[in-house]
């Protein structure tokens, strides 16, 4: 199931109304007039809200589900008040998060909305730039109102688990996919196990925190986040957190102030020791996207290059989708495609085995390959047990 994002844009949700049908009164929806595509949608968008708070500007961006698509001309109508829709996928809306919340819930009580990738530097809950030290004093009065969080690319849900006002909160991972690059959806989702299929399941299992009905989520290597250490893309400059608050922030090249990165976020705000796991908590995994495993193995320009998507194509013809192969394919089946190399560090990362050059400053990280490790593939046959 994939969220459609962006119907608070005219066009998009134009497109929505005529390609999608809803699924026998599920509150999920599938393209008209195919049958045999496996894909659910939800109706679901981000949006930036600019205000000011204690004489400082804070923007936000925040998530929005709803249960269909007439549900969401109405959120459209009310939210065109404090902001233009057309001129991007992702509207800046001049209200502050609680009259947001407000707004959103007074239109329909089965809508959610909760805050979108909430350590970035810029634009989120708990941003470096322009965000707040609590849920509480961005939602205020609403706060209770506020069910799930979004890790973003940068955090895991054990980095989340350090500040305890977050614990009654359901940890939600997802795409965050605002380009057209295909192989960045799906890159994090929620792993559910419900009775049947629809909105309304989904966003029950959220608002009880039910850990048996939403099992785990699939997460990338927070290292692997555009923002996840502190540094300064201009100079090259990259540390981890203990590094930069020794640096006091400030670029060792320049001089200049470095963009403080999540994890160093997540130190000034953080109550609760590195490892601590709160009760009633769902499960999690790092992978990374295929796409990219495949394009550094292969030694490719990019995940978008015509040779990667050959190899992928392959690859998805045998084993139905991208996350048989990252959790449930067999290493040898694996090999048998793409040989024992690719094959092998698939494996790696399945089994949190890699090593990840961490991300700063608006820089993904990059997953680093062992190349010493490479000849002894060679030197003998490996059956699946050598890297289960």
Same mark, same amino acid.
């Given at each position: 199931m994939v969220g459609t994002g962006d119907f608070t844009h005219p066009l998009w949700l134009k497109e929505l109304k005529e390609d999608l049908v809803e699924v026998e009164n599920t509150g999920l929806y599938k393209v008209k007039n195919e049958e045999n595509l496996k894909v659910f949608f939800m109706i679901t968008t981000e949006v930036n809200t600019v205000f000011e708070f204690e004489g400082k500007t804070k923007r936000i961006h925040h998530v929005i589900w709803v249960p269909s698509i007439e549900v969401a001309e109405q959120v459209n109508e /009310?939210?065109? $008040?404090?902001?233009?829709?057309?001129?991007d996928g992702r509207p +800046?809306? $001049? #209200? /502050?998060?609680?009259?947001l919340v407000e707004i959103v819930l007074s239109i329909s009580d089965e809508n959610l909305i909760f805050p979108a990738?909430?350590?970035t530097p810029w634009f989120s809950l708990f941003g470096a730039f322009s965000g707040f030290n609590s849920l509480k004093d961005c939602y205020q009065d609403k706060t209770h109102k506020i069910y /799930?969080?979004? +890790?973003?690319l940068s955090s895991d849900p054990p980095m989340n688990w350090r500040v305890s006002e977050l614990d009654r909160l359901t940890i939600l991972s997802n795409s965050d996919s605002h380009s057209y690059w295909p192989w960045r959806l799906g890159r994090e989702a929620n792993v559910f196990n419900l009775n049947s299929l629809t909105y309304h399941e989904i966003v029950e299992a959220i608002k009880s925190k039910n850990v048996e009905k939403l099992t785990f989520t699939v997460e990338t290597n927070p290292a692997y986040g555009k923002y996840h250490w502190t540094g300064h893309r201009a100079c090259g400059v990259s540390m981890p957190a203990s590094e930069a608050i020794k640096y006091g922030g400030i670029c060792p090249v320049c001089g200049k102030k470095m963009t403080k990165g999540v994890e160093e976020r997540v130190e000034e705000i953080a109550?609760?020791? #590195?490892?601590? $796991?709160?009760p009633n908590s769902s499960g999690y995994i790092h992978l990374l996207p295929l796409s990219e495993i495949l394009a550094l193995i292969f030694g490719f320009e990019s995940p978008s290059s015509k040779k990667t998507w050959e190899i992928y194509s392959r690859l998805i013809e045998k084993f139905g989708n991208e996350y048989k192969v990252l959790l449930e394919a067999k290493f040898e089946d694996i090999a048998k495609i793409v040989g024992v190399e690719a094959a092998d560090?698939?494996?790696k990362v399945r089994k949190g085995q890699v090593k990840i050059q961490p991300g700063y400053d608006g820089v993904y990280g990059k997953l680093i390959i062992d190349w010493e490790t490479k000849p002894s593939i060679k030197k003998k046959s490996f059956n699946l047990q050598d890297f289960m």
């Open positions: /009310a939210l065109s $008040k404090f902001g233009s829709l057309d001129i +800046t809306l $001049k #209200m /502050a998060p609680p009259e990738h909430i350590w /799930a969080l979004e +890790t973003g109550d609760r020791p #590195m490892g601590y $796991k709160p560090l698939i494996i």
